[in-house]
């Protein structure tokens, strides 16, 4: 969209004599042919749209020329990349898992920073089927992962991931697709020496042979936590400030590719029921709906990007609601199947998705969503169920790896070496 100020006419005060002598000798015209007025009246119609019509393509051919304001594009990204023809365009969420035995990319035991609550098969699970499985759009194909030609596109650059615990599972995932490319597993470390957990704030991954960092911040919520306010009913125990990001995001601006995630601690249970509630300003609103402050803390999310990423730095990312299984009355129960289900019985959609994709179209800056939602609503098959470090609470949220997580990181790094003259190839 091109924003045009008020036209000046005084730009065109070069073409006066033209014009005077376009109109005198319309008049001599008049004159002469005064005697046929009927044909007078067509022809002065004809001359008098014809010069509309010439001086229309002239202002705005100097308008075209003379802009002035620079484009102003209001976009959101969905990774689709031009394939060979020049002509189709590929939505890669849009498509099917296919079985591919070449399948799975690496093997999470050798991965030492894949938590052992991720690897279904070191904690019992005998099926290995799932790793099997290979998502493939429908208008073209995702190039195979290559550890080796990524690393050297991020040779020298940072890339964190801010989110929940799916979040870090994706950046476990992208740490160890990243290793089998690297010949000295010693040369790739966390920077505090610290033990993957999901209680730590900041793990941080070094690739030293690169100078690579890969980062993860636990921001569940991506905006700040707070204090109860005075004079709060004493079921308030905390507050999320839905105005004010997370204090760790002055941590997130200094990075080359930065991926978001939010929305599996929105919910009555993670909140209410353990006393925290929504604040806007000095504002407690206690009746204000998840949802709706879920909408609340995205805008907060929009203005920082707007404001405070370097858009010819930084390209980033926010992946919408991942697909869960639960099933039963209360949504209790856990049942992993032994293959992805052939319908997605309405998982593919989700309120907090629409959302994301709703609030990133309307940003100036440029962000890609990667709209995961339909493609994990029929992987029934790849969740922890029963097969975590903590196997009496079955899961229907989380992901093992290797599995689903891979292919959102495939999915990325294709994007991001699309843009640099290696694109999705077509079917």
Known sequence: MVMIS??????????????????????????????????????????????????????????????????????????????????????????????????????????PFAERGFNCLANGRKDSDYTKWRWKPQKCDIPRFSAGAILEKLRGKRVVFVGDSLGRTQWESLICLLMTGVEDKRSVYEVNGHKITKQIMFLGVRFSSFNLSIDFYRSVFLVQPGPVPRHAPKRVKSTLRLDKLDALSKEWINSDVLIFNSGHWWTRTKLFEMGCYFQVGNSLKLGMPVSKAFGRALDTWASWVETMINRNRTSVFFRTFESSHWSGRNRNSCKVSKRPSLTSHGRDRSLFSDMIIKVVKKMTTRVTVLHVTPMGAFRSDAHLGIWSDHPSVPDCSHWCLPGVPDTWNEIIFSYLLSNNGVSFTEQ
């Open 6 to 111: 008020e036209f000046d006419w005084a730009t065109f005060d070069h073409f006066r004599p033209f014009f005077t002598r376009v109109f005198c000798f319309r008049e001599r015209m008049a004159k002469v042919h005064c005697k046929i007025l009927v044909f007078l009246s067509l022809d002065g119609l004809v001359a008098m749209i014809s010069l509309i019509s010439f001086l229309s393509a002239m202002a705005f051919g100097y308008m075209y020329l003379f802009p002035t304001h620079s484009p102003v594009i209001r976009s959101y990204g969905i990774p689709e990349s031009n394939v060979s023809n020049g002509r189709s365009r590929c939505d890669v969420f849009k498509g099917r898992w296919i079985h591919d035995e070449s399948y799975p990319l690496y093997d999470s035991s050798r991965c």
